[in-house]
Structures are given as structure tokens and as C-alpha cells.
């Protein structure tokens, strides 16, 4: 039996480079290996997006042809919209007796979005209580593994201890503990410089920016701020445009001369940013045709993941029976 792997998306927008390195590369991995389920999380997209709800609902058509481009397979893993399932908010209800609100004000991920969101002051309660509901996505399907980011890492901490005191209080292994699976941490910088790449930062490369737009915006990329000539020696660290060819350019001499002529100052930063280009388009160029194709059918991978949600909906509905009957609800 092949291990079960709950993965989930806020439809707020299109995806990027940074999602494309972070972790969607190795869903397309992980897909094969594990029994993978990837919810589309458009009722926790509304808990900071509650008054933009067309914006969310756009967004999972966008999310869904991103999908498609990077390969992830419709067929192999099971693609689900979370609000297609309204057992996963009866398991909220269920599981919030063993949350305190104080453990949630001292969730690291909830502390820094309040700050970021600007929320301290007046927090929405559907958005603080969102890490019970994400426990629930994930209990849901009996999930063994959670692949996150750092930044996640405490949301799959507490549902750990939601799940084991459910299961204690009520004596019945009903619920199953997950594990975080980390991946290799790969942040990638915006091309401002900004050390997160974001929609709101104004800052990111879609994967479906064309190959005008990727151009653009590689020729845009900040660079070393001291270097006014290419004579000048430059620095190397720190420096995007050397992040990006680390990551993307699979021709590891080209960057080590263009490194070492960077910080001796022998090159320019046209010759750079030109062979930046050029490598990003290797990789994103088979994606962004993949996207085209993928918007040609966006009706009927939306119909195959309302299908995929039918099937999940009925296995949300047996955790949520059997956790009622653990907890004498049931009749
Ligand atoms: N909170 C996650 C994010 O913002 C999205 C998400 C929703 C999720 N439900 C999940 C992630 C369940 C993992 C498991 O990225």
C-alpha cells in the first residue's frame, strides 16, 4: 500500500517560479511514489480574501492549468476543491474541542500572518481558527504525510496533537497522525531582491508569462547595486541573478565563468542576464506550452476535479461518521 500525501493551494493567483522550485517539482515526483491528494483550498483562500471571492474563484482555473503545465498528472493524483467537501468543516467543529485559543495565538505561522496581514488589532475568527480547518483537510483523507515548507511546518505540528488527543480522549485510534515530509528548502529571491517572490510584491515571473515578459523580466532583475561599470569588480553572493543561475542553468561552467568574470570585472551584465534568459527559457518554455494546451481544456480539468472531489467527499464522510461514532453522536 502506497503512503497517502495531502498537498494544498489557496486559490489566490497564478503560480510562480518560486512555487515551481519550492514544491511543485516534486509533487510531480512525489506523484508517482505516493497516493497523492492535492486540495484546492479556496475556503481557507477566503478567510484574508472573504470580500474578493471572484478572485478566488478565477484563481483555481489559473491553479489548474499551472498544475497541468508542470505535469502534474490528473489521472495519478486526485485534485480536489475543498468546499466540494462539507465534511471537512464537521471534522473542524469536531477536532476544535481539543484546541485552545491561546495555543493558536502562539502558532508561529499565525503570529507572523496576523503581523503581515496587519490582523493584530481585529483578527477575523475564520482566519485564526484556520489551522484547525487545515488539520481537518488533512485528517480528512487519513493523510500520512504533509509535504511542506518551513513556513508550514507548525500547522502539520498542531494537527499531530489535535489527532493524538482525539484519539486518546475518546480511546479509538480513529484519527491518523501525519508527518511533515520536508523537501529540500529552495526559497527563491524576487526579482526586486526581496528575499520572498510574491503577487502583492510585485516581484514574481508566472508560468505563464510569455517569452517577452520572462525576457523583460530577467533584464529587469536587480543586480550587485555597487557595480556602475562592467569593468568593476562585482559581487557574486547575495546577487539574484547568480541565485537564478544556480538554480536554473544546467550548465554549470557557463555560470562558474560568468561568476568568475563577474567579480574580476570582465563582463557585463547584458552577457549575464542574456545567458540567464536563455537557461530559464530551457525550463519554463516546455511549461508554458503545456499551459496553452492546458487552457484549451480548462472546462474539462475543472469537470475532472469536481468528479475527484465526488470520490473524496465520500471518504471525508467516513472519517467524520467514524469520528462521531467515537464520540457517541452517532445514530
Ligand atoms: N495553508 C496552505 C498554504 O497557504 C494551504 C493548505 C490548505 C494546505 N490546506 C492544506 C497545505 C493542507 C497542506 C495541507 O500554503
Redesign the pocket.
Known sequence: MKKRI?????PTGKLHIGHLIGSLENRVKLQQEYDTYI?I?NV?ALTDNFDNPGKVKNSIQELLCDYYAVGIDFDISHIFIQSEIPAIHEIFIYLANFATVQQISHNPTIKTELKQKGYEASTPLGFFIYPIH?AA??TCVKADL?P?GKD?AP?VESCRELVRKFNNTYSMNVLHEPEALYGVEKNIPGIDGNEKMGKSLNNAIYLSDSAEELRRKVFSVTTDPNRIHPTDPGKVEGNVVFTYHDIFNSNKDEVADLKLRYTTGKVGDVEVKEKLYKAMEQTLAPIREKRYEAEKKKAELLEKVIETSREVRKIARQTADEMKEAMQIKF
Not at 6 to 10: A, K, N, P
Open positions: 495531502l498537498t494544498g493551494d489557496r486540495m483550498a481557507q487545515q483537510d488533512i504533509v511542506v508550514q500547522m
